[in-house]
Each structure stands twice: as C-alpha cells, then as structure tokens.
C-alpha cells in the first residue's frame, strides 16, 4: 500500500517547456488535490477533484491545467512554464472533502 | 489579514521541554482545524484535528482552540529529537458558498540533544 506517489521528484525546466506531474493513489480516495509549497507561503491549492473527470480550480490555478481521467490518477499540466512557477509541489487525496488529506512526497521544480 | 497565522520560526527547544506551537485565525464560521507535521523534504501529515473548541489530547501532543481570542494552539510535551520538523495548522470552513482548508506558513521545531 505505496498510499500517495508522485512522478518525478525532481525537474529542471527552461522558460517555455511544458511538463506533466504525475500523482498516484491506491487509497479509493475520490478527492485528489494538487497545492505549490513556497517559503512564506504556506501551502496554496492549485486545482482539485472530487471524482473522475471532474477538476475545479483552487486559489492559484492561473497557469496550469490538470486531468483526472482515472479515479487513482491526478495529473498537473505546465503548458509553458515560467520562473514563477519554481516550487515544491504536493498531490493529496481524501476519502470526503472534510476527512484527512494524505500528502504525496512532493516534487521540487525549477524553472530557469 | 491572512485567513490563517503563524510565526514561522525557526524555535529551538532543548529535549524534554515544553513545545508550544500557535496559530491564529481571522473569521468565525463553522469549521475545524488542524495540525500537520512536515519533516524536510517530505509531505505533510495529519498530526492531529480538533472542532471549534476545546481541548483534545493524543500522548505527548494537545491540540487547543480559544473561540474568544481566535487562538489555536498545539502543546508538546517531553520533546524528542524526532518531533524536529515544520508544524502546519490548518482550518476547515464549512460555508454555503464552498468548503474550504486553509493552511498556515508553519513553524520549523528544532529539538536539540
């Protein structure tokens, strides 16, 4: 029971590129969340999901996209990455919108 | 007004003390809150949750809310080492317009030998 996985955990992009974050969840969970972690911050919701193919979006959703094609899987699209957008980012799912997240082990991005 | 607060530290503490841990919070509505542990470079966990008020305790660690001075607090006793890590409160607001989980910027414990 590997709980929450993300894919990769560590990326290098230039300003432009695009890239796709990978989260995984073996829980049954039906809410998948996506949040950016920066220093002073705290951590801040991108978009999220309460079922297969469903998204909204979060507080800061400007810039990405995401799927959720399959109920254990949450993808984070970057269509044209900026430097803005360097940061740790965290998968979590839940069972119910108010139960426990569960936070996957993150995912340092940069972008130059 | 940041919806959530807190100090974001660094506090050192030697082992065996008293951790104290605060947050505060702007608005009343009905919600909950709680408290995630993050060790470096690692995601969060639940450490622990609690309603609008109260106290609740789960071994070394109590988690507190004041309603009256929108105060949140979480309390460790005989620290170790190992509770060296960044310490996230959190609050979930029920509301008619969208439920919503707010987190603090967290606060780095250092639990020195």
């Known amino acids: 029971n590997a709980g929450v996985t993300q894919t990769p955990k560590f990326r290098v992009l230039k300003t432009g590129q695009s890239m796709t974050l990978l989260c995984a969840q073996d829980?049954?969970?039906?809410?998948m969340y996506w949040y950016r972690q920066d220093p002073g911050m705290g951590l801040r919701l991108i978009h999220y999901?309460?079922?297969?193919?469903?998204?909204a979006k979060g507080e800061v959703p400007d810039g990405y996209n995401v799927s959720r094609l399959k109920k254990q899987n949450f993808l984070l699209g970057l269509e044209s990455a900026a430097p803005s957008q360097t940061s740790v980012y965290f998968c979590?799912?839940?069972?119910?919108?108010?139960?426990?997240?569960?936070f996957g082990p993150g995912t340092r991005l940069t972008v130059l | 007004q940041k919806e959530v607060e807190q100090d974001p530290g660094p506090l050192s503490v030697p082992e065996g003390a008293i951790v104290s841990l605060n947050c505060t919070y702007s608005?009343?509505?009905?919600?909950?809150f709680m408290w995630y542990r993050q060790y470096s470079r690692k995601g969060p966990e639940l450490l622990m949750y609690?309603?609008?008020?109260g106290n609740k305790e789960d071994g070394r660690f109590t988690a507190q809310v004041d309603k009256s001075s929108k105060y949140i607090s979480l309390f460790i006793r005989d620290s170790q080492p190992s509770d060296s890590a960044t310490y996230l409160c959190?609050?979930?607001?029920?509301?008619?317009?969208?439920?919503?989980?707010?987190f603090g910027t967290g606060t780095q414990l250092k639990v020195e030998l």
């Open positions: 999901s309460v079922g297969e193919g469903t998204t």
């Open positions: 829980m049954n969970h039906e809410y």
């Open positions: 959190a609050r979930y607001i029920l509301t008619g317009g969208g439920n919503k989980l707010t």
């Open positions: 608005n009343s509505a009905f919600q909950y």
């Open positions: 979590a799912s839940s069972a119910r919108d108010y139960n426990e997240q569960f």
């Open positions: 609690t309603y609008s008020s």
